[in-house]
């Protein structure tokens, strides 16, 4: 009898979808890990078993990973302080591996190694390397940055008509967030004893200037985009407002970009989920009121 299958941060948006789809493919027993169980009663509900987990409660996490064979590890998003991220991953892959899980499939970021520009990267690649000398069986997933996330600055690029940024030629396949989901779902279902590193990108690699050509094409409003230095895009960002630690965060994406640091189109999406990644222009059309209203 296959052993039950978890998920951790099952009440974020990514671990929700990959619920949702291991239970639309009948994978069996799920475990859904999350900080409250109570904001996951419509999962259990549908016969999910729902456990609580902290990933700053080592002391919770035993009993969260008790029983299950193979486990997905979201990554947190806890950047307010350095370092306290990678020591919420640790606590995890230490925890499943005491608790007897065989396999283990982590959400991680393009290209993480030393030299990434990512100011969080250091976080992945530790995490990384942890699970591979952990002894497990692993499948690490490499998401590309997610098309969703466009939504943080469309809307103002789209009011000012101008689109500063320092990323140069670099390009960008961003991933729709529910085939990354559909990736992690099937990964963690597949049963393989195969340890993997997988690129998780959309079907095209696009600049700042190919996305903002598509976007006013959709939207039919015209962007300018604006060329500028690491340092005048942080001056940018200051007078604009954003939080000082958000800054060299959001700056050190543009400058990943530019040199390279992000992964070509790969086919990971279709070969695991067997349906192609959506694209780029599909998601604009999906939230063109958003982007009109």
């Given at each position: 009898?296959?052993?039950?299958?978890?998920?951790?941060?099952?009440?974020?948006?990514?671990?929700?979808?990959?619920?949702?789809?291991?239970?639309?493919?009948?994978?069996?027993?799920?475990?859904?890990?999350?900080?409250?169980?109570?904001?996951?009663?419509?999962?259990?509900?549908?016969?999910?078993?729902?456990?609580?987990?902290?990933?700053?409660?080592?002391?919770?996490?035993?009993?969260?990973?008790?029983?299950?064979?193979?486990?997905?590890?979201?990554?947190?998003?806890?950047?307010?302080?350095?370092?306290?991220?990678?020591?919420?991953?640790?606590?995890?892959?230490?925890?499943?591996?005491?608790?007897?899980?065989?396999?283990?499939?982590?959400?991680?970021?393009?290209?993480?190694?030393?030299?990434?520009?990512?100011?969080?990267?250091?976080?992945?690649?530790?995490?990384?390397?942890?699970?591979?000398?952990?002894?497990?069986g692993?499948?690490?997933?490499?998401?590309?940055?997610?098309?969703?996330?466009?939504?943080?600055?469309?809307?103002?690029v789209?009011?000012?008509?101008?689109?500063?940024?320092?990323?140069?030629?670099?390009?960008?396949?961003?991933?729709a967030?529910?085939?990354?989901?559909?990736?992690a779902?099937?990964?963690?279902?597949?049963?393989?004893?195969?340890?993997?590193?997988?690129?998780?990108?959309?079907?095209?690699?696009?600049?700042?200037?190919?996305?903002?050509?598509?976007?006013?094409d959709?939207v039919?409003?015209?962007?300018?985009?604006?060329?500028?230095?690491?340092?005048?895009?942080?001056?940018?960002?200051?007078?604009?407002?954003?939080?000082?630690?958000?800054?060299?965060?959001?700056?050190?994406?543009?400058?990943?970009?530019?040199?390279?640091?992000?992964?070509?189109?790969?086919?990971?999406?279709?070969?695991?989920?067997?349906?192609r990644?959506?694209?780029?222009?599909?998601?604009?059309?999906?939230?063109?009121?958003?982007?009109?209203?």
């Amino acid at each position: 009898m296959p052993q039950p299958l978890l998920v951790t941060g099952a009440g974020g948006q990514l671990g929700r979808s990959v619920v949702d789809n291991l239970l639309a493919s009948g994978a069996g027993h799920i475990i859904a890990t999350t900080r409250d169980p109570s904001k996951l009663a419509d999962l259990a509900a549908k016969g999910v078993e729902v456990r609580r987990a902290d990933f700053d409660d080592a002391a919770s996490l035993p009993t969260a990973f008790a029983g299950a064979g193979r486990a997905l590890i979201i990554s947190t998003d806890a950047l307010d302080r350095p370092g306290r991220r990678l020591e919420q991953h640790l606590s995890a892959v230490a925890a499943a591996k005491a608790a007897g899980v065989k396999h283990l499939v982590y959400t991680s970021m393009p290209k993480p190694e030393p030299g990434s520009a990512v100011i969080f990267a250091p976080d992945h690649f530790g995490t990384e390397t942890a699970i591979r000398e952990s002894g497990l069986g692993y499948t690490i997933l490499r998401n590309s940055w997610y098309q969703e996330n466009l939504m943080i600055s469309l809307p103002n690029v789209l009011g000012s008509g101008l689109w500063f940024t320092s990323a140069g030629a670099g390009k960008v396949a961003h991933v729709a967030r529910e085939d990354a989901a559909r990736v992690a779902a099937a990964a963690l279902a597949s049963g393989s004893d195969e340890s993997l590193t997988l690129d998780v990108t959309g079907p095209e690699a696009l600049t700042t200037e190919q996305i903002a050509a598509l976007v006013s094409d959709v939207v039919g409003k015209p962007i300018q985009v604006m060329q500028v230095t690491d340092e005048q895009l942080a001056g940018g960002m200051k007078q604009a407002g954003l939080p000082d630690f958000l800054v060299p965060l959001l700056v050190s994406f543009d400058a990943n970009t530019r040199n390279g640091g992000l992964t070509p189109p790969t086919d990971t999406v279709e070969r695991l989920t067997g349906l192609r990644p959506r694209p780029l222009r599909a998601f604009l059309e999906a939230v063109k009121p958003a982007l009109v209203g």
